[in-house]
C-alpha cells in the first residue's frame, strides 16, 4: 500500500528525489490524518528516522540531513515527497516510506513500503 521510487545511483554532491505514492485502498480518503516519514536503513545499522511530516504539516529532519534534505506532502495526489541533494557516501542506503497514525483509542495504524535503495558514489 505504500511504494516507493526514486532511488538510483548518484556522485557525491547530486540529488536525488524520491517518491512514495500512499495510492492504496486503506490510504484513499484519509492520507491526510497519517503522519508521513521517510526512514534509511544502511547494512549493520539499525533503521533511523531521516525526515518526518506530519499531519498538521510540521516537519522534523535528524540532524545528518538537516538542511539537505526536504520532506514533502501531497494530500490530493496521495503523496510523499522527499527531495535529497548534496547527497554523500554515507546517505547510502536502502530508503523506506511509512505511514503512522494513533487514535485516541490507543489503535496504531503503521505501514511501510518496501524500500528504494539510494546509492552515492563516484
Known amino acids: 500500500q505504500l511504494k516507493e521510487s526514486g532511488g538510483g545511483l548518484v556522485q557525491p554532491g547530486g540529488s536525488l528525489r524520491l517518491s512514495c505514492d500512499a495510492s492504496?485502498?486503506?490510504?484513499?480518503?484519509?492520507?491526510?490524518?497519517?503522519?508521513m516519514a521517510w526512514y534509511r536503513q544502511s547494512p549493520g545499522k539499525q533503521r533511523e528516522l531521516v525526515a518526518l511530516?506530519?499531519?498538521?504539516?510540521?516537519?522534523t529532519y535528524s540532524d545528518s540531513v538537516q538542511g539537505r534534505f526536504t520532506i514533502s506532502r501531497d494530500n490530493a495526489k496521495n503523496t510523499v515527497d522527499l527531495e535529497m541533494n548534496s547527497l554523500k557516501p554515507e546517505d547510502t542506503a536502502v530508503y523506506y516510506c511509512?505511514?503512522?497514525?494513533?487514535?485516541?483509542?490507543?489503535?496504531?495504524?503503521?505501514?511501510w513500503g518496501q524500500g528504494t535503495q539510494v546509492t552515492v558514489s563516484s
Open positions: 511530516i506530519k499531519s498538521d504539516g510540521n516537519t
Open positions: 511509512n505511514a503512522e497514525k494513533t487514535l485516541s483509542s490507543g489503535t496504531k495504524y503503521d505501514y
Open positions: 492504496g485502498s486503506v490510504f484513499f480518503t484519509i492520507f491526510s490524518i497519517f503522519h
